[in-house]
């Protein structure tokens, strides 16, 4: 018999889950959802978060030493790095403005829980914060900015010593090893966790909160079409290539990678369009197509932002400019740290909702349509990565 997927797992438990909701909401079975059902998902969010610092620390450390090694290659691994930064930025804009726009979590019946959001914080404040005065305590309150910055200093430190440092280098890779085995292993309760979550969210506030994910679906979908318009603007106006022809040459890359939802496994499809396709070389095209598939997760970006945005907007809080800027940066260091990741919303996301302060019981709710959205995603991921190549091709040759 066939073993089922984490994410075939996690679909049935969501079902399941929205059933014992049910039930237990119509038969006000309260001493089942507080001793039984709640204590679960309390222990599956408190392992999370207890990953989550270390988690993005050391992630992002080994994502800026890898790219320092590469950046030897000077001008390919510049003009690549500037391309992927902008197309991450610019999806996680997409996201929140979408979700935004939209709402998909607007209308539903009540706040979960009465949450209501903290202070919020004034741009200068957010500025003068990001800046820790105790390493530790940022670390131990959960501070994710300021975890941010410290890794990105050490990271680029590491890399500015070079082989001084090199044994530092490994040992937060190993590090990496270690702690994506943790997660994995967090991530085999997932499915339980799941059921125990949405079974609380539906007992408390009914079949009313299901009807939202149509929506959230329908905007990550619509931002990933915008996505795509994007990477044919920057095929058309620095490629010079006619972006029909374009998305007609990579169609393979996207069918396969919305079926396999793994941009390493279609990578070397990927590379047989870019070469023999857009004529890219061999070296722009194993460079920029690897370093994308490791760090490249525009699609990420599209669902981790618009889903934060959705999950404030179930909670029934107003988030300011300040809040969305720091879910557009967050989610896009979350979609570049989650790229190995399995399982890679539930954990990453809350990165995301620390940041602004929101709670992370609502993941359940994304969860469970998680397999469906990261289809859609990883088909973005692998379209910005091949037209990463023709942007960095088309660069080559001019100062040729």
């Known amino acids: 018999m066939k073993k089922l997927s984490l994410s075939t797992k996690i679909f049935i438990s969501l079902v399941l889950g929205i059933g014992l909701g049910v039930v237990i909401q119509q038969f006000q079975l309260g001493f089942i959802l507080e001793n039984v059902i709640q204590p679960i998902g309390t222990i599956f969010l408190s392992l999370l978060k207890m990953i989550i610092v270390p988690l993005v620390f050391t992630t992002l450390i080994a994502s800026i030493t890898n790219v320092g090694d590469m950046s030897k290659l000077g001008f390919l691994g510049k003009k690549t ?29 009540a706040p979960i829980d009465g949450f209501v959001l903290g202070e919020q914080a004034t741009f200068a404040s957010l500025i003068i914060g990001l800046v820790p005065t105790n390493i530790f305590q940022a670390f131990a309150e959960g501070n994710m900015l300021q975890v941010v910055i410290v890794a990105i200093f050490v990271g680029v430190a590491i890399t500015l010593l070079g082989d001084e440092a090199k044994k530092v280098k490994e040992f937060n890779n190993q590090c990496v090893s270690i702690i994506y085995k943790i997660v994995e292993m967090i991530m085999k309760v997932a499915p339980v966790a799941v059921f125990a979550l949405i079974s609380d969210v539906i007992a408390s506030n009914g079949l009313s909160i299901i009807g939202t994910l149509a929506k959230l679906i329908a905007v990550i979908v619509i931002g990933c079409l915008l996505q795509l318009i994007v990477y044919g603007v920057s095929v058309k106006v620095f490629g010079k290539q006619n972006p029909f022809k374009f998305y007609k040459t990579i169609l393979p890359a996207q069918i396969f990678s919305f079926t396999t939802a793994s941009s390493a496994a279609t990578l070397p499809i990927s590379m047989k369009c870019a070469k023999e396709g857009l004529g890219a070389s061999d070296t722009v095209a194993n460079f920029v197509l690897n370093l994308g598939s490791t760090i490249n997760m525009d699609g990420g970006a599209i669902y981790q932002s618009a889903c934060a945005v959705f999950i404030a907007q179930i909670y029934g809080v107003d988030l300011g400019i300040t809040q969305l800027c720091i879910i557009v940066v967050t989610a896009s260091l979350a979609s570049v740290g989650a790229a190995a990741i399995p399982g890679t919303v539930i954990v990453m996301m809350t990165m995301v909702l620390s940041s602004v302060g929101l709670p992370l019981e609502a993941i359940a709710l994304i969860a469970g349509i998680d397999r469906i959205l990261d289809m859609c995603t990883t088909s973005v991921n692998v379209s910005g990565d091949i037209a990463a190549c023709t942007f960095v091709s088309a660069m080559e040759s001019k100062i040729e």
């Open 81 to 109: 790095l500037i391309y992927y930064i902008c197309t991450t930025l610019i999806a996680a804009v997409i996201g929140v403005v979408l979700a935004t726009l939209i709402g998909p979590g607007k209308g539903v019946a």
